[in-house]
């Protein structure tokens, strides 16, 4: 949008003749005449490709230039400013600087300069532009602001936002701004001093009379001066804590604040609280040793700006606000969102509710009591709530939560249901259009419906739109009772349920029948017996299913499904184009030419107990663009006389579950479908694919595979080579653009030495965990388009270019079109290739290395990759790291293990670098925060795996598996470091933990301290017959030896 505004701006300007203007992709060869440039009063080049600037540049009647470059060769001469007195606004964006051109110091009518995204060296001559009143250095790359800036006094407007690099900002010069009245921080300068012997000081800001705007982050609340911020202040992004978000400045509200806090609200000085009550955005992250999050604000007229609210970490958390009886209801008037998220104590949402009070039982406690209300929130999200039972009071404030527009519920393990009846009735919900459930272990129903009046004579239909039902173990309904048309979801048009294993239907049938805006049905790994329920009172007529809008049909892994509906029925799906299927082995999906069912109607009356086929062949193949078939599905297919003319429309084709091993490819009945450009072959034991035994050179048509342009192989256990000699695929894959194979166990290699690629543009393989290396030296000389390149979770996998060790094979090796290379998870790899080539990546300008510890050199051969400016450790990391070039770079992060600081999962074996680097430097170097999984394997040498203070660090660790390390004693060891003042050992996140044949393990810690594990949901230990208790809280200095009397588990840490 921005660059639509500037392209009509640019547009209508250059109509007046006093305006130069040129878009992006323009080129500029030769500067307008002397004339021309005379008369100019705007100059805008924006991103042009020009080819010099000349050494000066008469223009006296300019008043604005902008140029962007995107070549940093291109310079401007020291005196390209000299004629240019007029000028009052300079933007020069993504320019390369070593020194300023001095002529800048000439512009004495300057008063907006912009270096956006510049790379600077010396910027002192600044100081010499006395009027300026607006300075943007927004996201260049500035280390140290040169304190003859501060002799900017007219100064209004600094923004140094994104300005990751800025380290020094000397003692005096902010407060020297005394006219300043906007000032941007955001992502950018935090090294703020106390008492401001060098860097800055948080106190000069109180010098900035007139700041009525500020963006800041500030690591420590404690650092900062009473009175900080001034009443006047309007506008303001003030993050407090460490890691501060990109979202969180970048949000749209005036008035945003983030408080990462160790301690409570009570404690912040007075200028924060001020900030509070005036707050747009408001989030509230780790706050320790506080029960009531706002327990000082009883006058709710202070919130009456709140518009977002996210609430996250709080551990001691009950109740969000304390209710003193001072008003009838609390009011959020314009809150539009509400996140609570990982507060495992929270009991209400107002502390009215206590337990103990004699109006409602402890175990009944809702969320939300009449006592508060919502009546704008539009979008609600409740996360982690692992003590809250109940959502809902039966009866709410007739206002709250009418606009409720989006919800989302996820891990509230103690949750039973989500939506009881009154409230669906009386139109609580009445604007609900999402809705998400999803890993609550408890949860047994979505919609509680037992309470219906079925006398009633009121019809409430909902506007709910989408419902997402995923990873409920307990769930035993959607919705528990058939509402009978007294409640309909007539609007639905997305239902997605998935890994609901105690599920036996999804729909009642009255909900069913009323779906005509359902667009996308899916259903996956349930144990559903039926998609829809049997109705009572209908069982003596044919019941008929009209599903006029739905486009797609997911039915994935339902082993336990047996029909559609138990009684007799039809179904019409006549715009089906998607139909995917798999393991539904007990119901069948596709047949032939089956009774004329929907052609009956409801009055008709059949005792006959066969059920029919869910779909039709000749009625919904010949409008599919999309289908999975099966073994069976195709035998049926072509003993039947159906015309081969009915697979025309399909573009996506998923072969599935060829689980005989004597199967033969289906390359003749390949030839079928002609326009199709997607294949996928999922889950069979194929010997051999697309050899000349499935019938190509066999007097078969050997084009008909031309049009394919993705195939994708997954889950194909038994092939060791893709692809041998006898396969032909140059003559049926030409057009090939895309292929991915995953999940293929024993394969070896790609075999793509066999056939050229050359118009491959996307390699992705991932967890072939028998592969070595990718391609041959040889093979990929072939790859002349390809553009992005993937390897993940291969862990045998040693270089991705292997040596053939034959004269054909190219010295150089040039991969003209490579724009993205990414290596994950692939513990053995040692380098991209071990031979000696040469590699030219003249187009790379992404490379992600994350979790390879054995990678210590990209290549041993010539490198150029002139394009590439950084690698990333994780797509997310933005900043990257960069040592001048490729081979150096990734030796640099080796010997620094800087990805680890990235790592989300981590495998330790005994003969990987990765153990090495573990035992030697861990506890010394590496930032964990980010690791969610460790597996710990066949480690003889390791006796623990973590030291008391490398735990502080696994703040997001979930899952730990430790197997066959026979000298492992205990997991947690003492590491001699002053304990903390809590003697807490705290694993906030971990879920799982799993010990097996651990011979010497005695225990899990043995210590003086406290293990609080407070989201640990499964403990296994096999095999470990040494182990005498799993945590012991003994002195450090008892002997291992006398704890045998001691119990495995303590109920005090483990109730």
């Known amino acids: 949008m921005h660059d639509l505004i500037c392209d009509v701006a640019l547009a209508i300007a250059s109509r007046d003749n006093n305006v130069f203007a040129l878009k992006d992709e323009d080129v500029l060869k030769d500067w307008p005449n002397g004339e021309t440039m005379e ?136 407060s020297s701004f005394s006219r300043l009245e906007e000032l941007f921080m955001a992502n950018s300068f935090v090294h703020w001093e106390v008492e401001g012997q060098v860097n800055a000081s948080l106190a000069e800001l109180k010098a900035l009379s007139c700041l009525t705007t500020l963006n800041v982050h500030i690591f420590d609340a404690k650092i900062i001066p009473k009175d900080l911020f001034p009443a006047k202040l309007k506008r303001y992004k003030i993050f407090i804590g460490d890691q501060a978000r990109d979202r969180f400045f970048k949000n749209e509200c005036l008035r945003a604040l983030n408080l990462k806090l160790n301690t409570s609200i009570h404690h912040l000085d007075p200028g924060i609280k001020r900030l509070l009550m005036n707050t747009e955005d408001l989030y509230l992250e780790e706050m320790k040793g506080a029960e009531i999050v706002l327990p000082e604000f009883h006058d709710w007229h202070c919130f009456r700006y709140l518009k977002n609210l996210h609430i996250q970490n709080g551990l001691e958390i009950q109740y969000i606000v304390d209710d003193h009886d001072a008003v009838d209801i609390i009011e959020f008037l314009q809150l539009r969102s509400l996140t609570l998220e990982d507060l495992p104590k929270l009991v209400s949402f107002c502390s009215e509710n206590k337990p103990g009070s004699a109006f409602i039982p402890q175990h009944q406690l809702p969320l939300f009591s009449r006592k508060v209300a919502f009546p704008t929130l539009a979008k609600m999200n409740l996360s982690h709530l692992s003590n809250m039972k109940m959502i809902w009071h039966n009866h709410l404030s007739a206002s709250s939560f009418c606009k409720l527009e989006r919800m989302e519920v996820r891990h509230c393990d103690e949750l039973l249901t989500i939506f009881p009846s009154t409230m669906l009735l009386g139109g609580t919900f009445q604007l609900l259009q999402s809705m998400s459930v999803s890993h609550c272990g408890s949860l047994e129903e979505v919609f509680e419906l037992q309470m219906l009046n079925m006398e009633d004579p009121r019809v409430v239909v909902t506007q709910l739109r989408e419902l997402y039902v995923f990873n409920l173990p307990k769930l035993k309904n959607v919705w528990n009772k058939d509402p009978q048309g007294i409640l309909t979801f007539q609007n639905l048009n997305v239902v997605y349920v998935r890994a609901c294993w105690s599920l036996k239907y999804v729909f009642p049938a009255s909900i069913a029948r009323v779906l005509p805006q359902l667009k996308d049905l899916t259903v996956d790994s349930c144990a559903v017996e039926e998609i829809v329920s049997k109705a009572e009172g209908w069982e003596m007529g044919v019941t008929n299913f009209e599903f006029d809008q739905v486009s797609s049909l997911v039915l994935w892994n339902l082993p336990k499904l047996k029909c559609f509906y138990p009684g007799m029925h039809t179904t019409k ?101 002609s326009n199709l450009e997607k294949l996928e072959v999922i889950c069979c034991k194929f010997m051999d694919l697309f050899s000349s035994e499935g019938g190509f050179g066999k007097g078969t048509n050997a084009q008909t595979l031309l049009p394919i342009r993705n195939l994708r192989l997954n889950s194909l256990y038994y092939k060791k080579h893709i692809w041998t000699q006898g396969s032909r695929l140059d003559c049926n894959f030409p057009n090939l653009e895309t292929l991915e194979v995953s999940n293929c166990g024993n394969l070896i290699s790609l075999g793509l030495s066999s056939t050229p690629f050359q118009n491959l543009m996307t390699l992705d393989v991932r967890e072939c965990e028998a592969m070595i290396n990718l391609v041959t030296s040889l093979a990929v000389q072939s790859l002349v388009q390809l553009k992005n390149l993937r390897i993940k979770n291969c862990v045998s996998m040693k270089q991705i270019i292997g040596n053939e060790g034959d004269d054909e094979a190219a010295s150089v090796i ?36 994350s979790q390879c510890p054995e990678l210590e050199i990209f290549c041993k051969g010539e490198l150029n990759a002139p394009t590439l400016q950084r690698v990333q450790v994780t797509d997310k990391d933005e900043k990257g790291h960069w040592d001048g070039d490729l081979n150096s770079t990734i030796q640099q992060l080796f010997k620094k293990k800087v990805d680890y600081e990235a790592m989300e999962y981590l495998m330790l074996t005994e003969f990987s670098k990765a153990i090495e680097i573990w035992r030697d430097n861990l506890p010394k170097s590496l930032n964990l925060k980010n690791l969610k999984c460790l597996e710990v394997y066949e480690c003889n040498s390791l006796t623990y795996v973590f030291t008391t203070s490398m735990v502080l660090d696994l703040v997001q660790l979930k899952q730990m598996q430790v197997r066959n390390c026979p000298m492992m004693e205990q997991i947690i060891t003492n590491d001699g470091a002053e304990e903390a003042a809590t003697n807490t050992i705290m694993f906030p996140s971990l879920q799982s933990i799993s010990i097996v044949s651990c011979s010497n393990l005695r225990s899990f810690y043995l210590g003086s301290n406290t293990v609080e594990c407070p989201y640990l949901t499964a403990l296994g230990l096999v095999d470990c017959p040494k182990m005498v208790a799993f945590i012991s809280s003994s002195p450090r200095e008892q002997n291992i030896e006398n704890i045998g009397i001691a119990p495995l588990f303590n109920d005090k840490e483990y109730p």
């Open 814 to 849: 040039i991969f003209n079109r490579l724009k993205c290379l990414e290596l994950g998870h692939l513990p053995s790899l040692k380098s991209f290739c071990s031979g000696n080539h040469t590699f030219g990546f003249p187009s790379l300008d992404q490379v992600i290395v």
């Open 39 to 174: 008369k100019c009063t705007m100059i805008s080049l924006r991103y042009a490709n020009i080819s010099y600037f000349p050494k000066e540049l008469k223009c006296p009647r300019l008043t604005f230039f902008f140029v962007g470059s995107k070549d940093s060769s291109v310079k401007i001469p020291t005196s390209f400013f000299m004629e240019m007195k007029n000028l009052e606004v300079l933007d020069l964006t993504k320019m390369h600087f070593s020194y300023l051109p001095s002529s800048i110091s000439l512009l004495k009518n300057l008063r907006t300069l912009c270096l956006d995204q510049c790379v600077l060296g010396d910027i002192t001559l600044i100081g010499e532009l006395k009027n300026l009143e607006i300075l943007s250095l927004l996201s260049s790359d500035i280390e140290m602001l040169p304190k003859e800036i501060g002799q900017l006094v007219k100064l209004k407007l600094l923004d140094l936002s994104d300005c990751t690099k800025l380290k020094i900002i000397p003692r005096g010069l902010l």
């Open 573 to 673: 799906w006549p715009m089906l184009k998607k139909l995917k299927t798999y393991h539904c082995n007990k119901v069948k999906i596709l047949d032939i030419g089956y009774l004329n069912l929907p052609e009956m109607n409801e009055d008709d009356h059949l005792e006959s107990p066969i059920q029919p086929p869910l779909l039709l062949v000749e009625k919904v193949v010949p409008k599919l663009e999309e289908v999975s078939l099966t073994s069976d599905d195709i035998a049926i297919i072509c003993d039947s006389k159906v015309s081969k003319g009915i697979f025309h429309e399909i573009k996506a084709l998923y072969l599935e579950c060829y689980h005989d091993e004597s199967a033969i490819f289906p390359t003749i009945f390949l030839e079928r479908f």
